[in-house]
């Protein structure tokens, strides 16, 4: 049995040692959209892809700058290596959260050329706090604790196509990183 992963674009990648040459945005945008969020106990499917583009929806919206929302576009990038793990789990689970890490640094120096400093990972976190809290209000009928926040982006839930998400998280990549 082979120790890698064999990616949407062909490339062999092992996770537990990932290269950074080897970390892909066509990977990512294709994966991305595949993975549903809630672990699948959603109401209706909303996949990662949607999320990540609706959290860099929200940085630009909330001015936040592109470096910013490019991070927020990439802040689960490695789900797209790793998998998707709910939180109440991967809280227990370090060694999966240390490789995760790992794995988001490279992500962000190999498209943003650093890691985030403690500023833009708070930011950040706010940004993908707030949108979970209407993943679990809308799609988990979870009710919260804390009133609605506030967002800069009309949030639609609407399933579309994993090819048309992205497409659009190609779309948005390119348009951050000017390419």
């Known amino acids: 049995m082979a120790s890698y992963i ?3 674009t062909g490339m062999r990648f092992v996770p537990t040692e990932p290269e950074k ?3 892909q945005i066509e990977d990512i945008a294709h994966a991305l959209p595949m993975l549903c969020r809630g ?3 959603v109401k209706t499917f909303w996949s990662v892809g949607e999320h ?3 959290c860099a929806k929200e940085a630009l919206a909330r001015g936040l700058g592109a470096r910013l929302a490019l991070a927020c576009l990439l802040h689960d990038a490695s789900e797209c290596y790793l998998s998707d793990i709910p939180r109440p789990f991967k809280e227990s689970l370090p060694a999966y959260q240390k490789l995760e890490d790992h794995m988001l640094d490279l992500v962000y120096e190999r498209f943003l050329g650093s890691t985030l400093t403690e ?3 708070e930011e950040l976190k706010k940004i ?3 949108l979970l809290w209407y993943d679990l ?3 988990l009928q979870e009710p919260q604790p804390r009133p609605a926040p506030q967002l800069h982006i009309d949030l639609d839930y609407a399933v579309r196509p994993f090819g048309q998400v992205e497409e659009e998280y190609l779309t948005l990549f390119r348009k951050l990183t000017g390419n």
Request: glycine content about 4%; overall charge negative; charged content about 45%.
């Open 119 to 121: 500023e833009e990972q």
């Open 52 to 54: 990540c583009i609706c």
């Open 21 to 23: 040459e080897k970390i």
């Open 137 to 139: 209000e809308l799609l």
């Open 128 to 130: 993908d706090d707030d």
């Open 6 to 8: 064999r990616t949407f």
């Open 39 to 41: 672990n699948g106990h």
